[in-house]
């Protein structure tokens, strides 16, 4: 069972509002990830990070930031949210030693912009 | 980048038949190959994945073959069970090393009763 772990699980916000969702895990994992996952299921890879204060933008342009101050945490923030963010957020993590090796995902957090 | 096609995006299969999804890639360089598991409501979850020096790899009632000359692999599932149900991803690297996965667009399993 992966220890990785997203909250909110669900967040309906309005236009404008700056939000944050959070991701954790507790392997002590140095890679870290966000994918943007469309409706139609697809994953797309929005942000990565190999380690403490390293972070990078993945293929999918996205406005949102990330930060990686703690191994454990790397959260996401969107300093506007417009409806065109409406979309599931999922984090990832993976061993540093094998590259790109097993991802382990959290739940996700269903982002809503109304 | 890598650009990763899979097909079909819906299967339906009886109980106990066998179930297979196939993907391709387009860069010869990649040399590793997951498969993951969507349930409902979860992120995905690593079932199978098979790294390029070998052609097929099993576990229990799940197989994967890797056909490096044609840059084709195939997911197979024998004797489907209602749990099976899901969204699976087939995934490749692009780059030896890389560090992001390119991701198929999904198939809908559904295992009927």
């Known amino acids: 069972e992966a220890d990785i772990y997203q909250t909110p699980r669900y967040l309906v916000i309005g236009t404008g509002k700056k939000i944050t969702l959070e991701c954790s895990q507790t392997?002590?994992?140095?890679?870290m990830y966000w994918y943007q996952q469309d409706p139609g299921m697809e994953l797309h890879l929005i942000h990565y990070?190999?380690?403490?204060?390293?972070?990078e933008k993945g293929d999918l342009s996205s406005e949102s930031t990330v930060s990686r101050i703690r191994t454990e945490h790397f959260p996401l923030t969107l300093e506007s949210a417009r409806p065109s963010h409406t979309s599931q957020y999922l984090c990832?993590?993976?061993?540093?030693?094998?590259?790109?090796?097993?991802?382990?995902f959290g739940s996700g957090t269903q982002l809503s912009v109304l | 980048g890598e650009n990763v096609e899979q097909h079909p995006s819906t299967l339906s299969v009886q109980e106990g038949d066998s179930a297979v999804i196939k993907c391709t890639y387009s860069d010869s360089a990649s040399n590793y190959f997951p498969w993951y598991k969507q349930e409902l409501g979860k992120g995905p979850q690593l079932i199978i994945d098979?790294?390029?020096?070998?052609g097929e790899k099993k576990d229990q009632r799940i197989a994967v073959t890797l056909n490096k000359t044609a840059k084709h692999f195939s997911l197979h599932i024998t004797e489907t069970q209602p749990e099976d149900s899901a969204v699976y991803f087939c995934?490749?690297?692009?780059?030896?090393?890389?560090?992001?996965?390119?991701f198929g667009t999904g198939t809908r399993l559904t295992v009927i009763p």
């Open positions: 995934a490749a690297p692009g780059q030896p090393g890389a560090n992001n996965l390119f």
């Open positions: 990832a993590s993976s061993e540093m030693s094998t590259a790109p090796g097993k991802l382990f």
């Open positions: 098979i790294r390029s020096n070998v």
């Open positions: 392997m002590g994992h140095d890679k």
């Open positions: 990070s190999y380690g403490v204060n390293s972070t």
